[in-house]
């Protein structure tokens, strides 16, 4: 009896000594800052301390870019006197909490760059304007300032490139001063593909050689004429009209045809329409081609362009939806000619949304919607796809294959015969599918321990091509301290770019100041102020604006705090 | 008869169990920060967008009708549609599962194999070396985490010898005609050996040391010496009597396994990209797909029971002593 | 029942196992004296460069990850979390489950239907699957972790004790103390529950070893606790960083120390189903 | 003529600490058609020397010396084969526990057609056919044939292992404590059907037991074991009518008279010695009533008697002892 309490007390002991390790070490981080009563010794008010920031990062598991380099953001801001709580959070979360309903502090993601972003609309009007900073807009930090609403506005509807591009230019400026959401860096994309088997590798913007691009002029070396494409993912869904991600739209868009398509450099060119006549700022006459044929032999007709525009707004597609929210209307104005209204003049309807509805063969969907209904067509796995597209749906094996051949008869031919895309679920097993042969491209990109094990094959040759996208930290202007635009000039100043390039992407990234890429040439603005890191400038700012610290270099409000947004004139 | 009225008894069991089970698994997800739609806002789904997607989901309506609705469905045999992948979740569900089956039947039938011969050799071999490292070793295999193990054998197996394949189920450019081609060929065996191998190693203990316990037991009893008495040969005595008797708890505890295994299966599969259901719950839980989570957790958590049930049955089967009931 | 503690100290098997144990707990108890470095700390060479998969050398006696950190430091660390994991959830485990035993095996009847039923509903539960939702409905944390494992694996010790404790309801010994008029309360916890100590006994040390293991596995799917290291979080980072085939030294220590201090849990185990089981013990 | 012939066997056991000899130069002789009683007090040996016979010691069971002759073949030193060829075909055996020598899954049926099957090297049918005449020859239903052992009661449980020693007409048959399992009235039930069932079998048998009682009742002969040693050999009648060996009497009192008249049961105090340690003289010294220096630490001193034998030194007092050992005190007194 007493020989199983003394084991008894001996495990709890144990389970006791442990627990407190434990929770010293748990509490050690809260600790230091709850024992501020003390600070007694300076005459700081202590509710003028400034709050803390909830800073939420990646989950490593996610994207361990994002999370190495949020900790090291985290650990400079604290150097400022900021007291900082980071915190892991899965990407579902922060993106419905932050991305969506706008509750964040602050956090960070990356934007890819696409080629619809381009024309950069979505940079400057969507992310800035004060119209889109409602839950769910993409003004996520809350940016509001008339000024800059008065030059998107300029930006959005003038259809005159040199004036659009004066407004971008004033913007990026003003973005640059305010700094609601900073970009930080971007990555230098490596994408490997073989060299013994294949020439003429053409990547595009934004996409790398997952572009539609570099499947048509790819050309094969041997009698091999069959692409095998490696990627990490498997896609999801060919439904056009409901698809979310980026790997399926971008796979649809070799089955199917939109009017206009962005080529490498992301400006648009005519595709399936011969002709674009802009009749007024809200009108627009387009023809299109007679020799095209859907695959399974019906012919491509103005039906089906009206159709597809018609057909997308009634049952509300949501892929469909941000692009064709602008038209009023679409009519068949001749054999081979629609005409678009629009119901104002808004400048990227070119770029973005001709070039990003694909159109669909009227014959099959509305029979899917008399069958399925509304809710039916948007949840339909549309299988096998059938479009107009230079590659024709063969065969997906979910998780193991997936599987396009050629259109034999389409009016411009692809060089291979057929793509065969496989995903590898992880990196690792991509790259040594490279070395092993069974891979023949890839726009994953290349990390530097993976170029050391590509380097086994010579075959194998690396395309350099610099990321369009960047990774940005949504401040939220909301909320304090990021509504005072000093705080934020500072925080933005503390941000160790160049620090993370080096250390956590081991040289591999560039730092960035604009949201627009430095290779969009016509649109960057290269002379907008840079908040480089700088700690000494940074708790210049910080003084300068009246911010102060006590002994422990803790940061406190100016007296008499008035909080300035943005900045004054 | 007995048995059909002991199983109607089970299954109503199961029936309330896996009523539960959903019930809390779809509340769970409810609770989930999160939701599948505001994920794709930095792709392009403006907020208009994404009230269409919600609404399309059936994500707009309250909680409690939601419920519903999916009960509603579920009784049906509808487990809804995928939000990721726009097709039936019962569909994309039963691929996946079966290929976790293939792999843990597989592992499971080295594992028991294996287990049962060493672990009556090593009770037949009591109290010697043998006996004493065999069961150490089995012991150690036991305690080492899978996913380790697996990541070691690959990289002497698949990495430095270049034996085996590095993962997947299967290699580029493989046309299959069906499941079963697909299943024999010698491809597909190659992808198999070593997740096979690794989760083999890891539940071989189990059956291992059972063996060696019930046998140690079973030796011990005094038919076994009536059975030399009876003048019958030693080796006839350990197979018929010995072994015969020792398996009955073995054989039950592979059914236990096997749900176990099931359940267990994502660690594995991750390491080894294999496409079966414990990464396709990891994937649809990360991407807050809630019919494809809620059916993946209830596929696993039937077939844990189910495995159950026929641990139950095939016990009473084996051991005329047991009756049903 | 008197000696248990003898019984166990001549038990070889239960005698290694508590030294392998022990001897992770002296390290977890004075990890921060052992650890040279700060476990999350990049380490640079003098001229700058990340000291990136260094293999192990006199400065950095495991090695360093691909981040420039230092594995020996990751690893003493991450055995505090690990121990921490592995005692806390196996006190509770083994506490809720022979409770629940106790209680339905003792009082039978609807409590026991209700109670036995639920550990029938919990059986259906696949661990893993479970431990991910929870996980991220709570947030990643050691102590949802815990959460998950206590949750789901009191449903096995349970089940044992109660069957029991129904073995020993109706000894003399129990009907005495029932007709001396000693309250349920009283006979329960006085005069059942030591009888059962050994059986909980084999529940602590085997829940400890599943619990390390699940602890790792989960955190090898990377849902552990982000801002802690521990082992399954070191294997994780190698397996994510792709690293594990050029560095041996990151991923050979966690997987050893994770084996070695399970293999303790279930030595230890093994020790007490002996003491529990006379049969067991004469051969 | 001789059935069985052992001679000066020992056996020993090898335990974790030490050696344990159980069976200590131990002679016995059978004739064909004996019945002969080994009684003694658990512990004594018994079942190791019949086990040793029919060569089934555990695995730390060792006969060190001696031979087990059988019909002229010496058994110890068979071939694992042959030995294996002749048990239950030329030895059978009924052990102790009847209750669980059956193997649970197995049928009834099959488990005695099992070993005719496979010394005869018949087919299932005639096997079966087989088991059915010795089914009834015990008195058990044939139907419960098809029954698998945990639905036969204790008592049929041991008719059933009765019927299946008689399966192949063995010359002899050993019976360990075949009735000590059962409870006191099915132990006589089945020892009435032994009787009856030995009145027509030709074959020898040892029947091993604590009982006297039984012993009277069945056997011809009886031989007496005490710590590892037969103390005393002879006809049954002659032994237990004139035990000459102070435990033979003492056991004599520990259990009822069949034949006599009623009396008050004495059992012999103390504790069996300690077989791991080497005892000098008389094993049965320490709790015998009539102990004398020259008991310990001598050799022992075999006296031949008709058709028998013992070890007591006192041998020439015996009708004195005799007549002290019926009185009650004389066991009590001592202890």
Same mark, same amino acid.
């Not at chain 1, 509300?316 to 009519?331: C, F, L, M, R």
């Not at chain 2, 060929?185 to 191998?197: E, G």
């Not at chain 4, 399966?167 to 059907?193: C, F, G, M, Y």
């Given at each position: 009896?007493?020989?199983?309490?003394?084991?008894?007390?001996?495990?709890?002991?144990?389970?006791?000594?442990?627990?407190?390790?434990?929770?010293?070490?748990?509490?050690?981080?809260?600790?230091?800052?709850?024992?501020?009563?003390?600070?007694?010794?300076?005459?700081?008010?202590?509710?003028?301390?400034?709050?803390?920031?909830?800073?939420?990062?990646?989950?490593?598991?996610?994207?361990?870019?994002?999370?190495?380099?949020?900790?090291?953001?985290?650990?400079?801001?604290?150097?400022?006197?900021?007291?900082?709580?980071?915190?892991?959070?899965?990407?579902?979360?922060?993106?419905?909490?932050?991305?969506?309903?706008?509750?964040?502090?602050?956090?960070?993601?990356?934007?890819?760059?696409?080629?619809?972003?381009?024309?950069?609309?979505?940079?400057?009007?969507?992310?800035?304007?004060?119209?889109?900073?409602?839950?769910?807009?993409?003004?996520?930090?809350?940016?509001?300032?008339?000024?800059?609403?008065?030059?998107?506005?300029?930006?959005?509807?003038?259809?005159?490139?040199?004036?659009?591009?004066?407004?971008?230019?004033?913007?990026?400026?003003?973005?640059?001063? %305010?700094?609601?959401?900073?970009?930080?860096?971007?990555?230098?994309?490596?994408?490997?593909?073989?060299?013994?088997?294949?020439?003429?590798?053409?990547?595009?913007?934004?996409?790398?050689?997952?572009?539609?691009?570099?499947?048509?002029?790819?050309?094969?070396?041997?009698?091999?004429?069959?692409?095998?494409?490696?990627?990490?993912? %498997?896609?999801?869904?060919?439904?056009?009209?409901?698809?979310?991600?980026?790997?399926?739209?971008?796979?649809?868009?070799?089955?199917?045809?939109?009017?206009?398509?962005?080529?490498?450099?992301?400006?648009?060119?005519?595709?399936?329409?011969?002709?674009?006549?802009?009749?007024?700022?809200?009108?627009?006459?387009?023809?299109?081609?007679?020799?095209?044929?859907?695959?399974?032999?019906?012919?491509?007709?103005?039906?089906?362009?009206?159709?597809?525009?018609?057909?997308?707004?009634?049952?509300?597609?949501?892929?469909?939806?941000?692009?064709?929210?602008?038209?009023?209307?679409?009519?068949?104005?001749?054999?081979?000619?629609?005409?678009?209204?629009?119901?104002?003049?808004?400048?990227?309807?070119?770029?973005?949304?001709?070039?990003?509805?694909?159109?669909?063969?009227?014959?099959?969907?509305?029979?899917?919607? +008399?069958? &399925?209904?509304?809710?039916?067509?948007?949840?339909?796995?549309?299988?096998?796809?059938?479009?107009?597209?230079?590659?024709?749906? %063969?065969?997906?094996?979910?998780?193991?294959?997936?599987?396009?051949?050629?259109?034999?008869?389409?009016?411009?031919?692809?060089?291979?015969?057929?793509?065969?895309?496989?995903?590898?679920?992880?990196?690792?097993?991509?790259?040594?599918?490279?070395?092993?042969?069974?891979?023949?491209?890839?726009?994953?990109?290349?990390?530097?321990?993976?170029?050391?094990?590509?380097?086994?094959?010579?075959?194998?040759?690396?395309?350099?091509?610099?990321?369009?996208?960047?990774?940005?930290?949504?401040?939220?202007?909301?909320?304090?301290?990021?509504?005072?635009?000093?705080?934020?000039?500072?925080?933005?100043?503390?941000?160790?770019?160049?620090?993370?390039?080096?250390?956590?992407?081991?040289?591999?990234?560039?730092?960035?100041?604009?949201?627009?890429?430095?290779?969009?040439?016509?649109?960057?603005?290269?002379?907008? *102020?840079?908040?480089?890191?700088?700690?000494?400038?940074?708790?210049?700012?910080?003084?300068?604006?009246?911010?102060?610290?006590?002994? =422990?270099?803790?940061?406190?409000?100016?007296?008499?705090?008035?909080?300035?947004?943005?900045?004054?004139? | 008869?007995?048995?059909?009225?002991?199983?109607?008894?089970?299954?109503?069991?199961?029936?309330?169990?896996?009523?539960?089970?959903?019930?809390?698994?779809?509340?769970?997800?409810?609770?989930?920060?999160?939701?599948?739609?505001?994920?794709?806002?930095?792709?392009?789904?403006?907020?208009?967008?994404?009230?269409?997607?919600?609404?399309?989901?059936?994500?707009?309506?309250?909680?409690?009708?939601?419920?519903?609705?999916?009960?509603?469905?579920?009784?049906?045999?509808?487990?809804?549609?995928?939000?990721?992948?726009?097709?039936?979740?019962?569909?994309?569900?039963?691929?996946?599962?079966?290929?976790?089956?293939?792999?843990?039947?597989?592992?499971?039938?080295?594992?028991?194999?294996?287990?049962?011969?060493?672990?009556?050799?090593?009770?037949?071999?009591?109290?010697?070396?043998?006996?004493?490292?065999?069961?150490?070793?089995?012991?150690?295999?036991?305690?080492?985490?899978?996913?380790?193990?697996?990541?070691?054998?690959?990289?002497?197996?698949?990495?430095?010898?270049?034996?085996?394949?590095?993962?997947?189920?299967?290699?580029?450019?493989?046309?299959?005609?069906?499941?079963?081609?697909?299943?024999?060929?010698?491809?597909?065996?190659?992808?198999?050996?070593?997740?096979?191998?690794?989760?083999?190693?890891?539940?071989?203990?189990?059956?291992?040391?059972?063996?060696?316990?019930?046998?140690?037991?079973?030796?011990?009893?005094?038919?076994?010496?009536?059975?030399?008495?009876?003048?019958?040969?030693?080796?006839?005595?350990?197979?018929?009597?010995?072994?015969?008797?020792?398996?009955?708890?073995?054989?039950?505890?592979?059914?236990?396994?096997?749900?176990?295994?099931?359940?267990?299966?994502?660690?594995?599969?991750?390491?080894?990209?294999?496409?079966?259901?414990?990464?396709?719950?990891?994937?649809?839980?990360?991407?807050?797909?809630?019919?494809?989570?809620?059916?993946?957790?209830?596929?696993?958590?039937?077939?844990?029971?189910?495995?159950?049930?026929?641990?139950?049955?095939?016990?009473?089967?084996?051991?005329?002593?047991?009756?049903?009931? | 029942?008197?000696?248990?503690?003898?019984?166990?100290?001549?038990?070889?098997?239960?005698?290694?196992?508590?030294?392998?144990?022990?001897?992770?707990?002296?390290?977890?108890?004075?990890?921060?004296?052992?650890?040279?470095?700060?476990?999350?700390?990049?380490?640079?060479?003098?001229?700058?460069?990340?000291? #990136?998969?260094?293999?192990?050398?006199?400065?950095?006696?495991?090695?360093?990850?691909?981040?420039?950190?230092?594995?020996?430091?990751?690893?003493?660390?991450?055995?505090?979390?690990?121990?921490?994991?592995?005692?806390?959830?196996?006190?509770?485990?083994?506490?809720?489950?022979?409770?629940?035993?106790?209680?339905?095996?003792?009082?039978?009847?609807?409590?026991?239907?209700?109670?036995?039923?639920?550990?029938?509903?919990?059986?259906?539960?696949?661990?893993?699957?479970?431990?991910?939702?929870?996980?991220?409905?709570?947030?990643?944390?050691?102590?949802?972790?815990?959460?998950?494992?206590? /949750?789901?694996?009191?449903?096995?010790?349970?089940?044992?004790?109660?069957?029991?404790?129904?073995?020993?309801?109706?000894?003399?010994?129990?009907?005495?103390?029932?007709?001396?008029?000693?309250?349920?309360?009283?006979?329960?916890?006085?005069?059942?529950?030591?009888?059962?100590?050994?059986?909980?006994?084999?529940?602590?040390?085997?829940?400890?070893?599943?619990?390390?293991?699940?602890?790792?596995?989960?955190?090898?799917?990377?849902?552990?606790?982000?801002?802690?290291?521990?082992?399954?979080?070191?294997?994780?980072?190698?397996?994510?960083?792709?690293?594990?085939?050029?560095?041996?030294?990151?991923?050979?220590?966690?997987?050893?120390?994770?084996?070695?201090?399970?293999?303790?849990?279930?030595?230890?185990? #093994?020790?007490?189903?002996?003491?529990?089981?006379?049969?067991?013990?004469?051969? | 003529?001789?059935?069985?012939?052992?001679?000066?066997?020992?056996?020993?056991?090898?335990?974790?600490?030490? =050696?344990?000899?159980?069976?200590?130069?131990?002679?016995?002789?059978?004739?064909?058609?004996?019945?002969?009683?080994?009684?003694?007090?658990?512990?004594?040996?018994?079942?190791?020397?019949?086990?040793?016979?029919?060569?089934?010691?555990?695995?730390?069971?060792?006969?060190?010396?001696?031979?087990?002759?059988?019909?002229?073949?010496?058994?110890?030193?068979?071939?694992?084969?042959?030995?294996?060829?002749?048990?239950?075909?030329?030895?059978?055996?009924?052990?102790?526990?009847?209750?669980?020598?059956?193997?649970?899954?197995?049928?009834?049926?099959?488990?005695?057609?099992?070993?005719?099957?496979?010394?005869?090297?018949?087919?299932?049918?005639?096997?079966?056919?087989?088991?059915?005449?010795?089914?009834?020859?015990?008195?058990? %239903?044939?139907?419960?044939?098809?029954?698998?052992?945990?639905?036969?009661?204790?008592?049929?449980?041991?008719?059933?292992?009765?019927?299946?020693?008689?399966?192949?007409?063995?010359?002899?048959?050993?019976?360990?404590?075949?009735?000590?399992?059962?409870?006191?009235?099915?132990?006589?039930?089945?020892?009435? #059907?032994?009787?009856?069932?030995?009145?027509?079998?030709?074959?020898?048998?040892?029947?091993?037991?604590?009982?006297?009682?039984?012993?009277?009742?069945?056997?011809?002969?009886?031989?007496?074991?005490?710590?590892? =040693?037969?103390?005393?050999?002879?006809?049954?009648?002659?032994?237990?009518?004139?035990?000459?060996?102070?435990?033979?009497?003492?056991?004599?009192?520990?259990?009822?008279?069949?034949?006599?008249?009623?009396?008050?049961?004495?059992?012999?105090?103390?504790?069996?010695?300690?077989?791991?340690?080497?005892?000098?003289?008389?094993?049965?010294?320490?709790?015998?009533?009539?102990?004398?220096?020259?008991?310990?630490?001598?050799? /022992?001193?075999?006296?031949?008697? *008709?058709?028998?034998?013992?070890?007591?030194?006192?041998?020439?007092? =015996?009708?004195?002892?005799? &007549?002290?050992?019926?009185?009650?005190?004389?066991? +009590?007194?001592?202890?």
């Amino acid at each position: 009896m007493k020989s199983y309490r003394q084991i008894l007390v001996l495990l709890l002991v144990a389970m006791m000594l442990l627990s407190s390790v434990g929770c010293t070490q748990f509490v050690a981080s809260t600790e230091e800052p709850a024992s501020g009563d003390e600070a007694v010794t300076n005459q700081l008010d202590p509710a003028d301390q400034v709050p803390a920031i909830e800073f939420w990062i990646q989950t490593q598991a996610a994207d361990p870019i994002r999370y190495e380099a949020g900790l090291m953001v985290a650990e400079s801001w604290k150097e400022l006197g900021f007291e900082v709580d980071a915190q892991t959070r899965e990407w579902a979360s922060m993106s419905a909490e932050g991305m969506k309903a706008h509750e964040h502090d602050a956090f960070m993601v990356k934007w890819g760059g696409k080629p619809e972003r381009v024309d950069p609309y979505h940079w400057l009007y969507s992310m800035h304007h004060s119209s889109a900073a409602d839950e769910g807009g993409y003004n996520i930090a809350g940016y509001i300032n008339p000024v800059y609403d008065a030059l998107a506005e300029e930006f959005a509807t003038n259809l005159d490139l040199e004036a659009r591009q004066s407004a971008a230019m004033e913007m990026q400026e003003l973005l640059a001063r %305010d700094v609601p959401q900073p970009p930080m860096f971007k990555l230098e994309l490596k994408n490997a593909y073989n060299q013994a088997k294949f020439t003429n590798v053409t990547p595009g913007v934004g996409l790398g050689v997952y572009s539609f691009w570099n499947f048509m002029n790819i050309t094969p070396k041997t009698d091999d004429k069959i692409l095998n494409l490696g990627q990490v993912n %498997d896609i999801n869904l060919l439904n056009p009209l409901a698809t979310k991600t980026g790997q399926d739209i971008y796979m649809l868009k070799n089955i199917y045809d939109p009017l206009v398509r962005l080529d490498v450099k992301g400006e648009a060119v005519l595709w399936l329409a011969t002709e674009l006549n802009e009749i007024d700022d809200t009108t627009i006459e387009i023809t299109i081609r007679d020799d095209v044929k859907f695959h399974d032999g019906e012919p491509l007709t103005v039906e089906d362009v009206k159709f597809t525009f018609d057909f997308a707004k009634e049952v509300n597609s949501p892929t469909y939806k941000g692009h064709v929210k602008s038209i009023e209307s679409v009519e068949i104005t001749g054999e081979n000619t629609v005409t678009f209204k629009l119901f104002e003049p808004y400048a990227p309807f070119i770029s973005n949304t001709l070039s990003q509805c694909l159109i669909l063969p009227k014959h099959i969907w509305s029979k899917a919607y +008399e069958e &399925k209904g509304a809710e039916g067509v948007l949840t339909w796995d549309n299988l096998p796809a059938i479009g107009s597209g230079p590659f024709v749906f %063969d065969y997906w094996r979910p998780n193991e294959e997936f599987a396009l051949k050629t259109n034999k008869e389409y009016f411009q031919k692809p060089k291979i015969d057929a793509i065969i895309r496989t995903p590898y679920a992880q990196a690792i097993g991509l790259v040594q599918g490279l070395v092993a042969g069974e891979v023949e491209l890839t726009s994953a990109n290349m990390l530097p321990l993976d170029l050391e094990a590509v380097a086994k094959n010579p075959d194998i040759a690396i395309v350099e091509l610099p990321d369009e996208g960047s990774y940005i930290i949504h401040y939220n202007m909301r909320t304090a301290p990021f509504d005072d635009v000093y705080a934020r000039r500072a925080l933005t100043m503390a941000i160790p770019r160049q620090k993370i390039i080096d250390v956590v992407l081991d040289g591999g990234g560039l730092s960035t100041f604009s949201l627009i890429s430095e290779t969009n040439e016509f649109w960057f603005n290269p002379d907008v *102020e840079q908040l480089d890191f700088n700690l000494d400038a940074a708790r210049k700012e910080l003084e300068n604006a009246g911010y102060r610290w006590d002994d =422990k270099g803790r940061l406190y409000y100016p007296e008499n705090f008035q909080v300035t947004p943005i900045m004054p004139e | 008869m007995r048995l059909a009225k002991y199983l109607f008894k089970r299954l109503i069991i199961v029936f309330i169990t896996l009523f539960i089970l959903v019930s809390i698994v779809f509340l769970m997800f409810r609770v989930i920060p999160g939701d599948p739609v505001s994920m794709f806002i930095d792709s392009g789904l403006d907020a208009e967008s994404q009230q269409l997607m919600m609404k399309l989901y059936g994500l707009d309506k309250p909680i409690p009708e939601q419920y519903i609705i999916y009960m509603k469905n579920l009784f049906r045999g509808d487990l809804g549609n995928s939000f990721t992948y726009g097709k039936s979740v019962v569909e994309v569900i039963s691929e996946r599962f079966l290929n976790t089956l293939v792999l843990t039947l597989t592992s499971l039938m080295i594992a028991f194999t294996l287990g049962i011969k060493t672990g009556s050799f090593l009770a037949w071999h009591r109290n010697s070396k043998i006996d004493l490292v065999g069961t150490i070793l089995a012991l150690i295999v036991r305690c080492a985490p899978v996913f380790w193990t697996g990541m070691i054998l690959l990289s002497i197996f698949a990495f430095k010898l270049e034996w085996l394949p590095l993962g997947g189920m299967t290699s580029v450019g493989q046309n299959f005609t069906g499941f079963w081609d697909k299943i024999l060929s010698l491809d597909f065996l190659k992808h198999l050996i070593l997740p096979a191998i690794t989760s083999a190693l890891y539940s071989m203990a189990t059956p291992t040391l059972l063996m060696r316990t019930s046998m140690l037991e079973v030796i011990k009893e005094d038919y076994i010496e009536l059975a030399y008495a009876k003048g019958i040969p030693e080796k006839k005595v350990r197979r018929r009597h010995a072994m015969r008797t020792a398996l009955l708890p073995v054989v039950t505890i592979f059914a236990v396994q096997a749900g176990l295994a099931i359940g267990g299966s994502v660690l594995v599969e991750t390491v080894f990209r294999w496409p079966g259901m414990g990464r396709e719950i990891v994937l649809a839980v990360s991407s807050r797909d809630y019919p494809m989570a809620q059916g993946a957790f209830l596929f696993i958590g039937f077939a844990t029971i189910v495995f159950n049930l026929i641990a139950d049955v095939l016990y009473a089967y084996l051991d005329p002593r047991v009756s049903l009931g | 029942m008197k000696n248990i503690f003898k019984l166990f100290k001549k038990n070889i098997i239960g005698i290694i196992g508590l030294s392998i144990f022990m001897f992770f707990v002296l390290v977890a108890i004075f990890a921060d004296q052992l650890a040279p470095y700060d476990p999350m700390e990049i380490q640079f060479f003098a001229e700058g460069g990340v000291k #990136r998969l260094l293999s192990p050398s006199m400065g950095h006696l495991l090695g360093t990850t691909y981040m420039g950190r230092d594995i020996f430091s990751q690893m003493v660390i991450g055995t505090r979390i690990a121990v921490l994991v592995g005692v806390i959830s196996a006190v509770c485990v083994a506490f809720i489950g022979t409770n629940i035993g106790l209680i339905a095996g003792y009082f039978g009847g609807i409590v026991e239907r209700i109670l036995m039923g639920i550990v029938d509903v919990m059986y259906g539960i696949p661990f893993l699957p479970f431990a991910l939702i929870l996980v991220s409905v709570l947030g990643p944390g050691v102590q949802n972790v815990i959460l998950a494992i206590v /949750l789901i694996t009191w449903r096995n010790s349970s089940r044992v004790i109660r069957a029991q404790v129904l073995s020993l309801k109706n000894r003399t010994f129990i009907e005495a103390a029932k007709l001396s008029g000693a309250s349920d309360f009283r006979i329960l916890y006085k005069h059942i529950a030591p009888n059962v100590v050994p059986v909980s006994l084999i529940y602590v040390s085997t829940s400890m070893a599943s619990a390390i293991m699940s602890e790792s596995s989960i955190s090898f799917l990377g849902l552990g606790d982000p801002m802690q290291v521990s082992w399954g979080r070191i294997l994780f980072t190698c397996y994510q960083s792709q690293a594990m085939f050029k560095a041996p030294w990151w991923v050979l220590p966690p997987g050893i120390a994770i084996t070695l201090l399970v293999l303790s849990g279930y030595m230890m185990g #093994r020790a007490f189903e002996e003491i529990a089981n006379p049969k067991l013990r004469e051969r | 003529m001789t059935l069985l012939d052992v001679q000066k066997l020992s056996i020993e056991y090898r335990l974790s600490d030490g =050696k344990l000899r159980a069976v200590d130069q131990v002679s016995l002789k059978l004739e064909s058609g004996d019945v002969l009683g080994l009684v003694g007090e658990s512990g004594c040996g018994k079942s190791t020397l019949v086990k040793g016979i029919i060569n089934l010691l555990p695995s730390n069971g060792r006969i060190i010396e001696g031979d087990i002759v059988f019909e002229d073949v010496v058994l110890n030193k068979l071939s694992k084969e042959s030995m294996r060829k002749k048990r239950w075909k030329e030895i059978s055996l009924i052990t102790q526990s009847a209750m669980n020598s059956l193997n649970p899954v197995y049928r009834v049926g099959d488990q005695i057609a099992e070993v005719i099957i496979e010394h005869e090297k018949v087919g299932k049918r005639s096997a079966m056919e087989k088991a059915e005449e010795l089914f009834d020859l015990v008195g058990l %239903d044939r139907g419960r044939l098809q029954d698998y052992p945990h639905q036969f009661s204790g008592g049929m449980k041991q008719r059933a292992i009765i019927a299946m020693s008689l399966a192949l007409n063995p010359k002899l048959i050993i019976a360990d404590e075949p009735t000590t399992a059962l409870d006191v009235i099915v132990q006589s039930q089945i020892l009435e #059907r032994m009787n009856n069932l030995l009145k027509g079998y030709s074959g020898s048998m040892i029947l091993v037991t604590h009982d006297v009682s039984v012993v009277a009742q069945t056997c011809t002969k009886v031989a007496v074991m005490y710590g590892g =040693k037969i103390v005393e050999y002879g006809d049954v009648v002659q032994v237990l009518k004139k035990p000459n060996h102070p435990y033979t009497m003492g056991l004599k009192n520990a259990f009822p008279s069949l034949i006599g008249e009623k009396r008050e049961l004495v059992s012999i105090s103390g504790t069996p010695p300690d077989l791991s340690k080497e005892i000098l003289g008389c094993r049965f010294a320490e709790r015998c009533p009539f102990v004398i220096e020259r008991c310990k630490g001598m050799s /022992l001193e075999k006296t031949e008697v *008709e058709n028998g034998y013992f070890y007591c030194i006192r041998h020439a007092e =015996k009708e004195e002892l005799r &007549k002290r050992a019926d009185l009650p005190e004389t066991w +009590e007194s001592e202890v």
